[in-house]
């Protein structure tokens, strides 16, 4: 099964330290106590990945690499696509292989499966909530420590739209910025002798929009904003940088704010607080 990119992110150390979590230590399906004693040495097993409901699936690959590490001879065949948008109890992925090796895997394939499969469905939904709005929906750097990557690959999947992936790609100017720097000229200016561009710079009232323009802003988060509010930014910006908005978004309020005009809308729930996909592992006859 092909791996997508994910941008230098060390896919077999993740595999690797997570399969040794859950065995004490070392990626060997012998640690699992349960297995080793109940099943012979050779004893096989099949089995499929099936979801209990309605979800955007993301993370196949990772089962697949789980499985192999703890049986290379086992055969793994996905039965959807990353990104499809599947019925409950559709079959997912069926694998054939080592019983006490699939055994000892199968949790940590089915975790990362749900984590990623939950941030592209819940991904998805607000994706549906403001469609037709024309603004495109952003993730943020609000991810688990150690699994950006992976997190934003699924907001992919989801039909999402990455932001910065860290601290190091783009410029942010946000308030403590501003008020370390001595003000949001000071902040951009200094930016800018630094060569870098596409900055963006917060602002939350609407007296600050100007200001952060006149000051060579290529970019305006608008955070926190009421959708009245934001209509009437939306008008002082007059088109003259990408406007995004902020803070306070959830299902109910993406559609109000989406339609206000902003060009971006990012939400840090969608990485932070998706809900985990319920997907089973079944044993097959």
Known sequence: MQTPDLGGFDLDAFITATLAEDLGGVADAARDLTATACLKPDARLSAVLAARGAVVVAGLFLADRFFRALDPACTVKALVADGDHVAPGTALLRVEGNARALLAAERSALNSLQHLTGIATLTRDYVDAMAGTGAILLDTRKTLPGLRQLEKYAVRMGGGTNHRMGLHDAPMVKDN?????????????????????????????????????????????????????????????????????????????????????????????????????????????
């Open 177 to 285: 910025h501003i008020a370390a720097a001595g003000g949001v000229t000071e902040a951009v200016s200094a930016c800018k002798a630094a060569g870098l561009s596409n900055i963006t710079v917060e602002v939350d009232r609407l007296d600050q929009i100007e200001a952060a323009i006149a000051a060579g802003a290529d970019r305006l988060l608008l955070d926190n904003m009421a959708p009245e509010t934001l209509r009437a930014a939306v008008a002082l910006v007059a088109g003259r940088v990408p406007t995004e908005a902020s803070g306070g978004v959830n299902l109910d309020t993406i559609a109000a704010i989406a339609a206000t005009g902003v060009t971006h809308v990012s939400v840090g729930r969608i990485t932070q607080s998706a809900p985990a996909a319920d997907i089973g592992m079944d044993y097959e006859d």
